[in-house]
């Protein structure tokens, strides 16, 4: 397995969720769709809240590594800290807010013997406000990206 230094990945302004992200790179051949360390700060929230959304063929685990905030998951908000892995289900519409960094990461397989394959899948189902919101997916709306993102 290569070492990759995270002072290597740049960090950018992922538009769709509103965090800074860093996408490290994962091999073809892994099982990972990504690997991403979003951070979250409430400072940005009036401009770069994430948008709630949901990924129709795969789970996603977030695992805090660093501040506190809340997880929205369909009807139910969970606080969550330094040391919490929290699992959106398949479908389930999500979001996290909150002075927060973490780990996200998603398989390109499910138990169930789909595969994604390297593509993002993405339902919208809210408009947050964002001074660009050509930003943003229009809720209700279903998009399939490649992985990773152009920035």
């Known amino acids: 397995?290569?070492?990759?230094?995270?002072?290597?990945?740049?960090?950018?302004?992922?538009?769709?969720?509103?965090?800074?992200?860093?996408?490290?790179?994962?091999?073809?051949?892994?099982?990972?769709?990504?690997?991403?360390?979003?951070?979250?700060?409430?400072?940005?929230?009036?401009?770069?809240?994430?948008?709630?959304?949901?990924?129709?063929?795969?789970?996603?685990?977030?695992?805090?590594?660093?501040?506190k905030g809340r997880i929205i998951c369909g009807d139910e908000t969970h606080e969550v800290e330094e040391g919490d892995l929290f699992i959106t289900p398949r479908g389930a519409p999500h979001k996290v807010v909150g002075d927060i960094t973490l780990i996200c990461t998603t398989a390109k397989h499910n138990v169930y013997g789909k595969t994604v394959g390297p593509k993002m899948q993405y339902m919208a189902h809210d408009e947050p406000y964002r001074d660009n919101p050509e930003d943003l997916q229009k809720a209700g709306e279903y998009v399939e990206r490649p992985f990773p993102p152009k920035f």
């Open 1 to 67: 397995m290569p070492l990759i230094k995270g002072k290597d990945i740049p960090e950018r302004r992922d538009t769709t969720c509103g965090a800074m992200v860093k996408i490290y790179p994962v091999q073809p051949e892994n099982d990972f769709l990504d690997w991403i360390l979003f951070r979250r700060s409430m400072a940005d929230e009036e401009k770069w809240a994430m948008q709630l959304h949901s990924h129709p063929d795969f789970e996603e685990m977030w695992f805090v590594i660093k501040g």
